[in-house]
């Protein structure tokens, strides 16, 4: 059995090896200024040093094609498949990147089509500094009351492997299903991260040093469960915010859901010693986001104003938020923080969106501490069902905001993460078909500004096109997640074992 096999496998690489052109640039291919159509648009881009090969499918018309990559470092010259498909290999690829650091690699691809090659016009990458080697993300249907077979995993950048961190149920379990969601991790390394599991084994799981707990977060004190994270840089300190949420469908509208807080606050956990202390507790406004800055003395956030929530009845507010979600804007806005006595300042209004008639949402702060990165939208702060989404910047040395206008698309452009070195950003967008999140990776030069945009390499080019799932909450790590999932599981199933936090006023 096992020689035939081995057989198999011989004789359907040599068919798959004799039904591929062979890989010569044609030296009698003519110019030509038909602009060059790939799928993805892997077009002038500047990429990190240590991505995986940007495998396309060449989308003029043709018969057989021809890719031609070359620097400083050398060429790599590929023939196409049969549909059109140029996939390099992996360790040509990256010794050419390695050799042509900070110059420029010229793409050529060379087309057949009527008797006769034509050379389209070259493409340039810029190879630049090099990307956290680690990409977290969860996959979900993009659904809007189901999460079934979903689960939270780990693409190695430089590669194509994807492995899980956790998966839920493959099929519909009532008695075992369960959402997961909102992984964070500490300073970019996996030794302490953290994710929630809704609904059955409802709790936070901690992992430290691959340990897991679990916790149950929820206090009378606090306004609900805890929801998005942000890690002290260096101590072992949470701040979350506590959500309230609802979702409202629209009949007439190309954003069809709108998802909003009817309640939000933040809160403090000290994860060491395992209690829960509210940082904010109002009525009138919402609270969310929250993001330490590298240094940990400030937090970044976003706060909408709702003075009709102060005599109004918890239970009226879900419907009022209703009436008025069109119009609800959050500011972006920071506290300080004084480590000796945990406590926070009065806020700060960073950017007034109220005045502008928008809303901010997701700031993230740089790795030097001079940006926040934040999406604005038309309202509210879901904005990752928001065409009208974009990516903004802060500059905190000189106070000016601004778009993003090179990494920015006319789809939805929202959830983000830097890279460590601050040279990198991952975020989500819906560019493609409008309907899926998948993951986009742009640089971020020294001077403030974003790059075009390019699509997370994949083996086959098509993949992205053929996956039925929405990326979702981008996450860069240097390390790698190391607590296997069956660890996961046997934490997050033991019910018995749950460790409750202490509120502290």
Known sequence: MKIHALLSFIIGTVILTACKSEAVVPADAGPTQEALSLYP????????????????????????????????????????????????????????LEASAGTPLTLTVYTHRDGKWLAHPATTYQVAEPIDRYLS?????????????????????????????????????????????????QGYDTHRMLFHVRARHGGTIFVQDGKARKLNMKS?????????????????????????????????????????????DLVFFDADACTLTNTFKTDDHLETFPCWTPDGRKIFYCSAYVPFFKDLPKAKREDKILEVCDSLHYNLMSITFDERTRTFSEPVLEMDCEAIGLSASVPRVSPDGRYVLFTLGRNGQFHIWHKTSDLYVKDLQTGEIYPLKATNSPDVDSYHTWSSNGRWMVFSSRRDDGSYTRPYIAYFGADGQGRKAFILPQEDPDHNKMLLK????????????????????????????????????
């Open 220 to 264: 009378d004190s606090v306004l609900s469960s805890t929801v998005y994270p942000t890690w002290h840089p260096q101590r072992n300190w949470v701040v979350f915010s506590t959500n309230q949420t609802g979702q409202a469908f629209r009949i007439s509208d190309n954003e069809k859901i709108e998802v909003m807080d009817y309640g939000s």
């Open 470 to 505: 929405s990326y979702n909450v981008p996450e860069l790590t240097r390390t790698a997640v190391t607590i296997s999932p069956d660890e996961l599981k046997a934490v997050i199933y033991n019910d018995d074992n749950v460790q409750r936090v202490t509120y502290k006023p």
């Open 137 to 185: 993300y969860r996959l979900i249907e993009p659904s809007y009351e189901l999460y079934r077979q979903l689960g939270i995993y780990q693409r190695d950048l430089t590669t194509f492997e994807q492995r899980p961190i956790y998966e839920n149920n493959r099929s519909y379990d009532s008695i075992n299903n369960h959402c997961i969601n909102c992984h964070n991790y």
């Open 41 to 96: 648009d892997y077009t002038d881009l500047t990429i990190p040093s240590n991505i995986a090969p940007l495998n396309f499918k060449v989308m003029n018309d043709g018969e057989d094609y021809v890719a031609q990559i070359k620097g400083k470092g050398g060429e790599i010259v590929v023939a196409a498949d049969a549909q059109g498909k140029v996939q390099y290999d992996t360790l040509a690829w990256h010794n050419l």
